[in-house]
């Protein structure tokens, strides 16, 4: 093996000197260029002992032929992948002995050879997809004549016709069919083959129902069929093994079946751009049951529904799914694609509240998209307590509606409190710790006035402090409450309520504040002005305390993170 030595020449004519010896040959992953026919084939030829020729990731042009397949061959293993190689599959490349032909990412056109009964008993991986241009041409062969084959990979050709309904091969593992053109129905025969794990069947032209056969394949772990054609309602039973089921941009109708809720292993479901209606009650209940009988979230840690017509309440049974889990550490990458915990709800007719764990999510979890827009939502009918502030581009297109029926931003039905719990302490219950402080200031400060009052009416310089105060606030000497503008000009928005007067809590009540029955307009307006002061002097303390927390929660979260990211690389590397 000279693998990824960085050879950049001809392909070497010196290996002919190594045919009575050589039984293995990888020069993969190198700059080897040539023709097959000229370079590659003839020094190979005389090598009747090789089994295994792995060229990969090379520049070899040309196409292929029958040269090292003569009698007496017994190469076994043919691997191409990733070169320059064109024109047709000689038949030779299916026929005994070989067992895996790996020939993905070419350029090769034609049809699939036929493989004849018999001749292909050995054939256990056929690799031929992602040719580049038009790519391979023709229907699919059956395959019931190669009993032995495991994998099959043919995505990314322009293979046509209806789908063969012969059995699959009983050994089969993996078929991956997707951008092609096959049309027709896809054969519920196919739902016998006991030890097919993944089915790929993305963007293809069929028609009809999912089989029920399929979907309750025993060994079913990968069904994606996004953008295949299908139609009709959803089969009620699932297989207990899947893992993946991708089923976006089809036509499916129909109720969501609650069984896809309740599936021990599901991770990600895709339904996403289809026509399915109904409200997720019963779906939400197999969600909730299944995280009961597992004594943890749901595994499901990708749920997009989105552009349906869908319908109702969304029950806070879906709180359960394994996506809004914030101790799961999960990132899947099917397709080659790296995608996070999802759970994606836009685009149905929701009338519901807004879901308030969907909202906590949305502004809380960092590792969670969550998708809410282009929904009637109803408003919830009080705020939702979140611990950050949404991000804009999280809350855009999400709306409600309140009993009036005016339409309000979500960010106007969330309370920002503090806590990394989500609970009501950090920063609500400072909030409320420095309104008392500020609330018995001013008592004190009242007392004090009325005490003045009573030794000597009116102080000169009192007077002339008072007129500084009094034009300071305008026309406000009418009120008798303590003047609710100031303050709310103080307070954060999140902790006020802009149509209250006095201190307002972080919920949106009101502390009323001790007054003296009977005071004047000058003791009004020195009891507006140090409720001013106290107010801005709970602010600064509060503001003090937020920034506080906030570092010591940016300090949590950036140690989290760390820690987040190392498993999820740990996680993948294991994948890989």
């Not at 190669?146 to 046509?160: E, G």
């Not at 129909?254 to 895709?270: I, T």
């Not at 939702?384 to 999400?398: I, K, T």
């Not at 002061?533 to 949590?556: G, P, S, W, Y």
Request: glycine share 10%; aromatic share 2%.
């Amino acid at each position: 093996t000279l693998a990824g030595d960085g050879l950049a020449c001809p392909f070497p004519a010196g290996v002919e000197g190594l045919a009575d010896t050589i039984r293995h040959l990888d020069l993969s992953l190198n700059e080897l260029h040539g023709s097959w026919r000229e370079h590659v084939a003839p020094p190979l030829a005389k090598a009747t002992r090789l089994a295994s020729l792995r060229l990969s990731l090379n520049r070899i042009k040309g196409p292929l032929t029958c040269d090292l397949h003569g009698k007496g061959s017994v190469l076994a293993l043919v691997a191409l992948t990733q070169n320059a190689v064109d024109g047709g599959v000689p038949a030779c490349l299916v026929e005994v002995p070989v067992e895996e032909l790996h020939l993905s990412g070419n350029t090769l056109t034609g049809r699939l050879p036929a493989i004849a009964r018999g001749a292909a008993d050995t054939l256990r991986v056929l690799s031929l997809g992602d040719q580049a241009g038009e790519g391979l041409t023709g229907p699919l062969p059956s395959f019931s004549s190669a009993p032995a084959l495991t994998d099959v990979r043919l995505q990314s050709n322009s293979l046509s016709g209806e789908l063969p309904t012969d059995p699959l091969p009983a050994r089969l593992v993996s078929l991956d069919l997707s951008n092609n053109q096959f049309e027709g129905k896809l054969p519920s025969g196919w739902g016998d083959a006991v030890a097919l794990e993944s089915l790929v069947l993305d963007s293809n032209r069929l028609r009809g129902r999912l089989p029920p056969a399929i979907a309750v394949a025993p060994s079913l772990r990968i069904l994606s069929a996004s953008s295949a054609g299908l139609e009709g309602d959803l089969p009620d039973s699932w297989g207990p093994s899947l893992v993946r089921a991708l089923l976006s941009n089809n036509s499916f109708t129909g109720r969501l079946p609650p069984s896809l809720g309740g599936l021990p292993a599901l991770q990600m479901l895709d339904l996403s751009n289809n026509e399915l209606d109904g409200d997720l009650a019963a779906f939400g209940d197999a969600v909730a049951a299944a995280a009961a009988e597992a004594g943890a979230a749901s595994p499901l840690r990708f749920l997009s529904l989105a552009a349906n017509r869908l319908y109702g309440d969304v029950p806070s049974t879906l709180a359960s799914i394994g996506a809004l889990d914030v101790k799961a550490v999960w990132g899947a990458a099917p397709n080659g694609a790296l995608v996070g915990k999802t759970l994606n709800l836009t685009s149905n007719a929701f009338r519901g509240p807004l879901p308030a764990f969907a909202v906590r999510a949305l502004a809380d979890a960092k590792d969670v998209a969550v998708g809410l827009a282009d929904n009637p939502w109803a408003c919830p009918p009080a705020p939702v307590p979140v611990r950050r502030v949404l991000p804009a581009s999280a809350a855009q297109g999400v709306e409600c509606e309140r009993d009036g029926g005016e339409k309000v931003p979500l960010a106007n039905v969330v309370r920002v409190v503090g806590g990394r719990d989500g609970g009501d302490e950090g920063r609500e219950g400072d909030g409320d710790r420095l309104r008392e402080a500020a609330k018995k200031r001013q008592h004190d400060d009242d007392d004090d006035d009325d005490d003045d009052g009573d030794r000597d009416g009116s102080d000169e310089r009192e007077d002339e402090g008072e007129g500084k105060k009094e034009r300071r606030h305008g026309d406000d000497d009418d009120s008798s409450d303590v003047d609710s503008k100031p303050v709310a000009a103080a307070v954060p928005r999140s902790h006020v309520d802009p149509g209250a007067s006095g201190l307002a809590r972080p919920d949106g009540g009101e502390d009323d504040v001790d007054r003296e029955p009977g005071a004047g307009a000058r003791h009004d307006g020195v009891a507006r002005d140090r409720a001013v002061e106290a107010a801005q002097a709970a602010d600064a303390a509060l503001r003090a305390a937020d920034a506080k927390a906030k570092r010591h929660e940016e300090e949590e979260e950036e140690e989290d993170d760390h820690h987040h990211h190392a498993a999820l690389w740990l996680l993948l590397a294991a994948a890989a």
